[in-house]
């Protein structure tokens, strides 16, 4: 019989938290009882589907969780209460809890909105009006904070609770003041590919550590915007990447082929009406398409039965030791790794095995490093029922010495969660779609015309005006000279140097911020189009 795999935990010192596929249970912490389980609840409380997104308020008595019905439920972790159900306008990427009684929540169309904790009764009537800032209509009401031109991949809360930090799909990171997330307080611009993972380490509160597809984990200080360091982490991960992508060969179509003249008037696409209207007739999820790997009309997708090594940063963390270190998990890969924080010009990677693709982590504040693998996982990519595998532990527990993780007595919670799962279907289990950032994230479009892109950055300006003015000889499309002309801009920006260029102004001794005028905005503006 096949099980569902643990997607996410929760660990306190009384009750802790699991979710596996769309069922939550909570497991007395010394003794690993089961306490409470959706299981056993009514099946209108139960998800449809997985639980894509959890988030443990910082008193550790309520649970936020969303998945694919976009559904953002609020639990009462004592008894496994279903406080509130709220319909969410899209599909949720990233949830967490700020200042103890709202709830953030990050979409696919780059917009975080704020929801009470408790709603009130007047948060339902308010839902069908429109923000004039937002994207879309909010059918729970919920407040707009700010929005990205693209798919927010995650978010964080400075330990102050004063500024809130963004990833999105098209490599940028912003930071906001919060709730007042009109106001930007800077950019950490530099990544060239998508960011997956944020982190602010506890000893280092003005340090920022990023990562996503580059190659890279890069530091930096937040508040500026300035890269303090590269950590070159790839070539350390790629030999334990055990899941990886189907390749996807993509065919690029000439952008004026599929464009008709009008004497007397300007070029208009074919069949563009009967596009947006297939477009209004569909659910609201096909909306969402505006994040979608395939653009409309430019791309041709033929699938291969060839993969590919796709890098995606998972989660990042980090533990206050002697000598600090920074932990982090790649999707696909079977062990954790990580590096010390220090000011050395080339960071040791190091590694602890697991031997099974990792699905998420959490560390304990004594060190201790929970976890969750993915056991049942086949080498042909499928799935083995229970037992098939010499190790089938859904859950490893390490413990942090003085440089290295080590195994340590298995513990009753652990022994709990390795013993009493939950039973799934095959269905159940492709339906989970434990890798779907492998696909989700890179846009696949770039990997065919990354050497083309790479010629073309060679170009300088006055090639790219006279291609851009349409005396095109390489057969350039616009869509890549826009992206052309935005790396060069960036590069432009980085040369001269942040702190200088963009005048941000240092934070007052007191800790308070202070606004200073219309400057910073109209520049965030500028940059990110939002």
Request: proline share 5%; net charge negative; aromatic share 8%.
């Amino acid at each position: 019989m096949s099980r569902y795999p643990y997607t996410r935990f929760f660990w306190q010192s009384e009750h802790s938290i699991v979710i596996a596929g769309p069922h939550i249970q909570v497991l007395d912490t010394n003794t690993g009882d089961v306490l409470h389980s959706t299981g056993k609840c009514e099946e209108d409380q139960i998800a449809p589907g997985p639980i894509r997104c959890a988030a443990l308020s910082d008193c550790g008595k309520y649970l936020a969780t969303s998945g694919d019905d976009k559904k953002l439920k609020t639990w009462q972790v004592d008894d496994l209460n279903l406080l509130s159900s709220r319909v969410l306008p899209k599909k949720p990427t990233y949830i967490n809890f700020a200042n103890h009684k709202d709830i953030l929540v990050a979409d696919k169309f780059g917009d975080i909105f704020r929801y009470q904790l408790h709603p009130d009764s007047n948060e339902s009537s308010s839902g069908c009006e429109r923000d004039a800032l937002s994207s879309h209509e909010n059918p729970s009401g919920g407040e707009l904070i700010l929005g990205h031109a693209s798919l927010l991949t995650t978010f964080l809360l400075t330990a102050d609770g004063q500024y809130i930090v963004t990833a999105d799909r098209d490599e940028h990171i912003r930071v906001s003041w919060y709730p007042q997330g009109y106001t930007i307080e800077s950019y950490c611009l530099g990544h060239q590919k998508y960011v997956s993972a944020l982190h602010i380490p506890s000893f280092s509160s003005r340090t920022l550590i990023s990562g996503g597809g580059d190659s890279v984990l890069k530091i930096w200080d937040w508040m500026s915007g300035k890269l303090l360091r590269n950590i070159d982490v790839f070539s350390a991960v790629q030999p334990f990447i055990a899941v990886k992508a189907p390749k996807k060969k993509r065919e690029w179509k000439n952008e004026d082929e599929d464009i008709e003249p009008i004497e007397g008037k300007r070029e208009r696409r074919k069949n563009k009406g009967k596009r947006k209207e297939k477009r209004s007739g569909d659910d609201g999820d096909t909306e969402e398409s505006q994040n979608s790997a395939t653009p409309e009309g430019q791309l041709g997708e033929v699938s291969t039965e060839e993969s590919e090594v796709v890098f995606v940063v998972h989660r990042i963390s980090s533990i206050l030791s002697p000598v600090p270190r920074i932990v982090f998990s790649v999707v696909g890969a079977t062990a954790i790794f990580w590096f010390p924080m220090n000011d050395d010009s080339e960071a040791c990677i190091q590694h602890e095995p697991f031997y099974k693709p990792i699905i998420d982590f959490t560390l304990e504040d004594d060190g201790s490093i929970w976890v969750l693998l993915d056991a049942d996982r086949s080498s042909q990519g499928g799935w083995s029922s229970k037992g098939e595998s010499d190790d089938s532990n859904l859950v490893e527990v390490r413990r942090w010495t003085l440089d290295n993780f080590t195994a340590s007595d298995p513990l009753p919670l652990a022994l709990a969660l390795n013993s009493r799962t939950l039973p799934a279907t095959q269905a159940d289990l492709k339906v989970l779609d434990l890798y779907s950032d492998l696909l989700a994230l890179p846009k696949h479009f770039e990997a065919v015309a990354e050497d083309r892109t790479h010629d073309l950055s060679e170009m300088g300006v006055d090639d790219i005006a006279t291609a851009d003015s349409g005396s095109n000889d390489g057969g350039i499309s616009k869509r890549e000279l826009g992206r052309l002309k935005h790396k060069q801009a960036l590069r432009r920006l980085q040369e001269v140097g942040r702190g200088a260029s963009l005048d941000f102004e240092p934070l007052p001794t007191d800790g308070k911020r202070v606004k200073s005028g219309g400057r910073r905005d109209t520049l965030a503006l500028g940059m990110d189009g939002t």
